[in-house]
């Protein structure tokens, strides 16, 4: 049974920076043709994908968050980390991860990360 | 960066009605195109992937169509469990999604 959970703080001040954690299990991130991605949400908004790390450990980013966001995996805790720096009230969102295989096929329940002072 | 623009951005109908959703990729995605469906405040679901594959256990009333630039979503009856939006996806140059189509019940 495949199973992803985020975690991380609910609620961040203008520049700081966030760290979310996707802990999964039912899957390892060493089985070639596998990532993990990291898509945020924005209240009443749509999609936003992020980021994605795959098996080998090449990494993808969003164009326009690339020098924001750091992904990183610890394959052997079945864990995927981003970092998103100098966050800003716009970057309140739910932030989900997912597995990728044939497309994002399994999800996290996501977690609400507000920006505020 | 590959833009996904789907149409339209909210329809109703009645349940047993034929729904369809389009989705334009900005250039060619090839057949790299998923769908999904995502009811309110909970995550989105995979239902369909390369364009036109049903994801397991996903009911055949759900289909998919298209290549290239031109994609279109189809559920032939649509049922009360349907209501949601439901989001195109490419990934033939990273990853993006459309901005949803809202399905409600008339």
């Known amino acids: 049974q495949v199973t992803l959970k985020e975690s991380g703080p609910t609620l961040v001040e203008p520049t700081q920076t966030l760290t979310l954690t996707c802990s999964f299990s039912?899957?390892?991130?060493?089985?070639?043709?596998?990532?993990v991605g990291w898509i945020r949400q924005s209240p009443g908004k749509a999609l936003e994908w992020l980021a994605l790390?795959?098996?080998?450990?090449?990494?993808r980013y969003s164009p326009s968050l690339k020098s924001r966001l750091t992904i990183t995996k610890d394959t052997s805790k079945n864990q995927v980390v981003l970092i998103m720096t100098n966050m800003d009230p716009v970057d309140t969102a739910t932030y989900y991860c997912?597995?990728?295989?044939?497309?994002?096929?399994?999800w996290g329940q996501g977690t609400l990360v507000t920006v505020s002072s | 960066d590959i833009q996904m623009t789907q149409s339209p951005s909210s329809l109703s109908a009645s349940v047993g009605d034929r729904v369809t959703i389009t989705c334009q990729a900005s250039q060619d995605v090839s057949k790299y195109l998923n769908w999904y469906q995502q009811k309110p405040g909970k995550a989105p679901k995979l239902l369909i992937y390369?364009?036109?594959n049903l994801d397991t256990g996903v009911p055949s009333r759900f289909s998919g169509s298209g290549s290239g630039t031109h994609f279109t979503f189809t559920v032939s009856s649509l049922q009360p469990d349907d209501i949601a939006t439901y989001y195109c996806q490419q990934y033939d140059d990273l990853y993006t999604f459309g901005q949803g189509t809202k399905v409600e019940i008339k």
């Open positions: 039912g899957f390892s991130l060493s089985t070639s043709g596998v990532g």
């Open positions: 997912a597995r990728l295989l044939t497309g994002f096929d399994y």
């Open positions: 390369d364009a036109s």
């Open positions: 790390i795959y098996w080998d450990d090449d990494k």
